[in-house]
């Protein structure tokens, strides 16, 4: 049933009914001919299965509707049967009634005007204030990120002067990864609104490695393997130091980058890339140039690819990273950065003391140990980890990548007057050749599409433009007959 009858109102509903069923030729004429039939309408009400099938229909919202206005029962009538043209729901109708009923002045419609494009100016004004902001605190982020990674890069070069033990020194700097996760709790007490305690924040943090939080055996299925990668990524880096200058090690490693993309693509089936592939080329074409730079000696070869193996080691890092793990927050991260210090000392710290009892990596006493260079070290390379990882929540991730790669420059002018290193023709081009690769690495996954709506936008304004030029030219001939044709009627009078 399309509409129901209240108990008390049987016999109301079936004249209402029969009120409802007149032919056209009887239709009233005045509101008043129908006053008995609204009246009777008052105990009707429309069955809920008719909302649900009529939900789109105007009538029937409008009928059941309070907030539609309507104050009588009359003009709910008069919406459903359209007496007299009746039918608010139409655009044309809607327009006229509120020109009727309030019609704007122009003042009014300026003042409007003028506060919805103060609204959109102060909007402009602080999305470009938060963007110069980000902008700022990227090149800060920028500066920090090639001063540490290059100061780091120098300092172990002239540690191993004094202390040639790579290995040991790659230890003694994993252990400082225990500072991240206390870094992280100060800044957020001192950022958060909602403090928590530090044992509260551990266990919150501790979610990321599952249900069950940091048990034995997540640790050495889950952390364990990226403890052992960081180690050799890190040892691997620092051998080559000792093998080749620090210019080609910092520019061998910016392939990493490029071997990211390669797994990501492979293991994690990200999407194709063009540009990447030809970055990645790049890369490969620069190691092979950088290798032939100087004359394929063993030596520089061995250092060559200890580089290669360490950005191979930390591209499998990151790969594996988000493959097993995920994405991570900042506590989440802190806390895993953390927690591959204490792999590194409950199960790395064997490594050091072996190598020194068997004279691999050896120093006569403790004395002769440039401590001074150690913490140096270490601080600098925990400084240019936590700009890296946390570097996000501040600005762009390609402004700190782009930290990497000027990191290149600064250790070229420090080889330059510091070592014999000869900048040939063809270690410059290699140098160049990775670079190009590494910033072609950086472009976004769309930047195809930006390009191919910023040149169809240059095409439009020409198009645009060669019509009203062409327009001016012509409206300006007319112009000049009609001024020389008086001159010329002038002159035969």
């Known amino acids: 049933m399309g509409i129901r009858e209240f108990p008390n109102g049987s016999a109301r509903g079936k004249a209402a009914t029969l009120g409802m069923r007149r032919s056209p030729d009887v239709s009233p004429r005045r509101l ?5 039939q609204l009246r009777q309408l008052k105990y009707l009400v429309v069955d809920e299965a008719i909302k649900e099938d009529l939900k789109w229909s105007r009538s029937v919202e409008d009928l059941t509707s309070a907030s539609v206005g309507l104050t009588s029962i009359e003009e709910r009538i008069l919406r459903i049967t359209g007496y007299y043209g009746y039918q608010p729901w139409a655009a044309s109708y809607k327009r006229d009634e509120r020109s009727r009923e309030s019609p704007a002045p122009a003042e ?21 204030v938060t963007q110069l902001k980000k902008i700022f605190w990227g090149v800060a982020v920028v500066l920090g990120v090639c001063s540490s990674w290059s100061g780091s890069t120098q300092l172990a070069k002239l540690t191993f002067k004094k202390f040639d033990a790579p290995f040991t020194l790659t230890w003694f700097a994993t252990n400082w990864n225990f500072l991240f996760f206390p870094l992280y709790y100060l800044g957020h007490v001192f950022k958060s609104t909602e403090k928590q305690s530090p044992k509260q924040r551990y266990r919150e943090c501790c979610r990321f490695f599952g249900d069950n939080g940091l048990t034995l055996k997540v640790f050495f299925t889950k952390a364990a393997p990226f403890g052992v ?15 080749i200058n620090t210019t080609d090690v910092s520019v061998l490693f910016c392939c990493n980058k490029a071997f990211v993309f390669l797994l990501s693509w492979i293991v994690l089936r990200d999407r194709f890339m063009g540009v990447r592939i030809v970055a ?4 490969i074409a620069g190691i092979v140039m950088m290798t032939y730079a100087d004359g394929f000696h063993s030596h520089s070869v061995i250092g060559i690819a200890l580089v290669v193996g360490s950005a191979s080691m930390s591209a499998l890092y990151k790969v ?14 802190a806390l895993f950065l953390s927690v591959l210090a204490a792999f590194n000392v409950l199960f790395i710290t064997c490594i050091p003391v072996i190598l020194y009892f068997t004279k691999v990596e050896y120093w006569s006493s403790f004395d002769i140990v440039p401590w001074g260079n150690l913490c140096g070290f270490s601080i600098l390379l925990l400084t240019f980890n936590i700009l890296l990882n ?13 930290g990497i790669v000027l990191s290149v420059p600064v250790n070229a002018v420090v080889d330059h007057y510091t070592s014999e290193i000869v900048f040939n023709s063809v270690r410059v081009i290699a140098i160049i050749i990775i670079g190009l690769g590494f910033l072609l690495l950086l472009l976004p996954e769309e930047w195809d599409v930006w390009v191919i709506k910023l040149l169809t936008r240059l095409k439009v304004r020409k198009k645009e433009e060669i019509p009203e030029g062409n327009g001016d030219i012509a409206s300006g001939l007319p112009n000049k007959s009609r001024r020389t044709r008086p001159s010329m009627s002038s002159f035969a009078h």
């Open 32 to 36: 008043s001919d129908i006053s008995p």
């Open 108 to 128: 009014a419609q300026m003042q409007a005007g003028a506060e919805g494009g103060g609204r959109v100016n102060r909007c402009c004004w602080k999305c470009s």
């Open 229 to 243: 990668l960081w180690t050799l990524t890190n040892y691997l880096y620092l051998h080559a130091i000792k093998k």
């Open 280 to 283: 990645a080329i790049f890369a």
């Open 320 to 333: 594996l990273f988000k493959l097993l793990l995920g994405s991570a927050k900042f506590g989440e991260a």
């Open 390 to 402: 946390f570097g996000i929540a501040i600005t762009y991730p390609t402004l700190i990548s782009l």
